[in-house]
């Protein structure tokens, strides 16, 4: 059973970098798209970005000049790199995974883990 | 982009009856489709993948069918637990592109 347990700063000024790093524990197979999911307070879901173990990324084209999401294997951790913040980017922030089943093709996918969230809030 | 639109916003039912909720998307996904629930203050969960299966654990009042571009979501005789907002995504394209939330009320 995977448990995803994220950590980062909550409180940023408009131009400043949000960083949020989720740690992994207990992993079960292969591979993973490792994602970042934000809810804007009393509103949806916007899917950010992914990643795999492989490094191979995707992002969100409304936020791809600003976003960066990295996998660390070895430490068990991805993380997320929002520039340049505004009000707008003021959201709970979501990290999630899904297992990359080979068996199931190239759709394998559903965001079965999911981190706690954080409150991030962008104000001077 | 494929946008996923879900109807009604707000359904209210009362406890015990059906809840029929409708996603439909902008060009066919297939069936790549998941649905999720969301409680006050808490991640969205996964109820169903592959628009017809159900995640582990979760029991069989909630059902998922539809394909292309039309989809429902099916929970039989609510319980209080079950009222929360419900979201689907889409994971055929990228960006993966969720719907914009029913939230599933008491009457």
Do not use: H
């Not at chain 1, 790093?21 to 949806?44: E, H, L, M």
């Not at chain 2, 297939?30 to 654990?57: D, E, V």
């Amino acid at each position: 059973q995977v448990q995803l347990q994220q950590w980062g700063a909550g409180l940023l000024k408009p131009s400043e970098t949000l960083s949020l790093t989720c740690d992994v524990y207990g992993r079960a197979f292969n591979d993973y798209y490792w994602s970042w999911i934000r809810q804007p307070p009393g509103k949806g879901l916007e899917w950010i970005g992914e990643i795999t173990d492989s490094e191979s990324s995707n992002y969100n084209p409304s936020l791809k000049s600003r976003v960066t999401i990295s996998v660390d294997t070895a430490k068990n951790q991805f993380s997320l790199k929002l520039t340049s913040v505004t009000a707008a980017d003021t959201a709970v922030y979501y990290c999630a995974a899904s297992p990359r089943l080979a068996f199931e093709g190239p759709w394998s996918y559903r965001l079965a883990y999911w981190g706690q969230g954080t409150l991030v809030t962008v104000s001077s | 982009e494929v946008v996923m639109t879900q109807s009604p916003a707000t359904l209210s039912v009362s406890p015990g009856e059906r809840a029929t909720l409708s996603c439909r998307a902008s060009q066919s996904v297939s069936s790549n489709l998941a649905w999720y629930q969301q409680k006050p203050g808490q991640a969205p969960r996964l109820l169903i993948y592959g628009a017809s299966t159900r995640a582990t654990g979760i029991p069989a009042t909630f059902s998922g069918s539809g394909s292309g571009t039309e989809f429902t979501l099916t929970i039989t005789s609510l319980q209080s637990e079950d009222f929360a907002v419900y979201y689907c995504q889409q994971y055929d394209n990228w960006p993966r592109t969720f719907g914009q939330g029913t939230k599933v009320e008491i009457k």
